[in-house]
């Protein structure tokens, strides 16, 4: 069970916004600004889509934005395209020993 | 342009030792970020195994921290992973990615591999 709670999977139109969410706690999304997103197409290298909760690196579309309320994150994505159809995973520092956590996985459907 | 490639068996036996090696281009692993691996059992999540920094720091998971070690090869600009007394449960995919740390703090991974499918079975 992963320690950021992802849902397992959002669909929408092209051309839609979709919200994906994150939840963790305190200790974690909540307590520290250092929320990032992942896009992952199946046998392909994972992408940072999102860092530091809502900056995007170089060269990643405008169409993606992140935020942050409470213990929850959250990607949008603004006109859905059918490249956008990948799973998406938020990650986030953690003050346990761990140190590092990922969420479960949000497969993105574009219908 | 940095990329990342890992390499190894993609068989493990129970009880033995898995072992991979991750070759960086486009940059020098002496010269700055922290690079690490991170996995993907089958239907699962992605599960962070460790990171390293070129001057010696390093944080593992806990849960798996008595059975892994990271090691470097600078002279190949090479990080490896070592994996003990393997189970099925450590079947995954298998990414190496670099990362930005600070004070002790995790930021985020910036560039990663494509993934090596590692079966531990007899």
């Known amino acids: 069970q992963s320690a950021l709670t992802q849902p397992a999977s959002v669909s929408g139109s092209p051309g839609q916004s979709i919200i994906i969410s994150c939840t963790g706690s305190?200790?974690?999304?909540?307590?520290?600004?250092?929320v990032s997103w992942y896009q992952h197409h199946p046998g392909k290298a994972p992408k940072l889509m999102i860092y530091?909760?809502?900056n995007r690196p170089s060269g990643v579309s405008n169409r993606f934005s992140g935020s942050k309320s409470g213990n929850t994150a959250s990607l949008t994505i603004s006109g859905l395209q059918a490249e956008d159809e990948a799973d998406y995973y938020c990650?986030?520092?953690?003050?346990?020993?761990?140190?590092?956590?990922f969420g479960g996985g949000t497969k993105v459907t574009v219908l | 342009q940095v990329q990342l490639q890992e390499s190894g068996p993609g068989l493990a036996k129970p009880s033995e030792t898995l072992s991979l090696t991750c070759t960086v281009s486009?940059?020098?692993?002496?010269?700055?970020?922290?690079w690490g691996w991170v996995r993907q059992p089958p239907g699962k999540g992605l599960e962070w195994i460790g990171t390293?920094?070129?001057?010696?720091?390093?944080y593992y998971n806990p849960s798996l921290k008595s059975r892994v070690t990271i090691s470097v090869d600078t002279s190949k600009n090479q990080f490896s992973l070592k994996l003990t007394s393997v189970t099925a449960a450590d079947t995954a995919v298998y990414y190496c990615?670099?990362?930005?740390w600070g004070g002790g703090y995790y930021y985020y991974m910036d560039v990663w591999g494509k993934g090596t499918t590692v079966t531990v079975s007899s």
């Open positions: 305190s200790s974690d999304v909540g307590g520290y600004n250092y």
């Open positions: 990615a670099r990362a930005q």
């Open positions: 530091d909760v809502s």
């Open positions: 486009g940059y020098s692993i002496s010269y700055d970020y922290y």
């Open positions: 390293f920094y070129h001057t010696g720091t390093t």
């Open positions: 990650s986030s520092y953690t003050s346990s020993s761990t140190r590092v956590v």
